[in-house]
């Protein structure tokens, strides 16, 4: 791996940046992404060995284990400000460390099945609550309180859809490194 661009293998398909347009056909495109990624995720994970699982996809990053563990921490947060900010007016969020809880226990033991069910029901969840907002909906925000930002729901669809497919990106580029089928 050492060979490989280490930016690149940080950012497989690039940073995330916010779309300029918020077009409703942009906004369904990312509710399908979010939509599909638990079955992607599924498929490129379920048949690997737990060696293979505990491999990081880059020097210094998470395994690959770690990284599936993280998509539903980080997805559930996701569910859980969104729900706040389409029932309270611009609320300040609860920020997480993920880097500490990428060193839990459960994040570097258990196995992946459980997290890959619960990746279902949360994005099955995530994108029929994402098809069901109003234009005014999309529009309501949360501030996150580590840079003192507000982010508005369609931003947020964006973010996760990128997010998702960011860490599916991890584990393909790794998987055709290593040769694995």
Known sequence: MEELDLEKLKYPI?????????????????????????????KETIHLSDEQLDTPYRPDGWTVRQVIHHCA?????????????????????????????????????????????????????LAYIMKNLSEADLEKSFIH???????????????????????LAHITALKKYKNWK
């Open 73 to 125: 921490e980080s997805h559930m947060n996701c569910f859980i400000r969104i729900k706040w900010a389409l029932t309270e007016n611009n609320p300040v969020i609860k920020a997480y460390d993920e880097v500490l809880w990428s060193e839990l226990y459960d994040n570097l033991n258990m196995p992946i099945q459980p997290t890959l069910n619960l990746l279902e029901g949360l994005h099955f969840r």
């Open 14 to 42: 690039g940073k995330f940046e916010f779309p300029q347009q918020y077009s409703s056909e942009y906004i369904a495109e990312k509710i399908a992404e979010i939509e599909s990624f638990p079955e992607k995720l599924k």
């Open 145 to 167: 309180p580590e840079n003192n930002s507000e982010y508005r729901i369609k931003q947020i669809i964006a973010t996760y859809a990128w997010h998702g497919n960011h860490h």
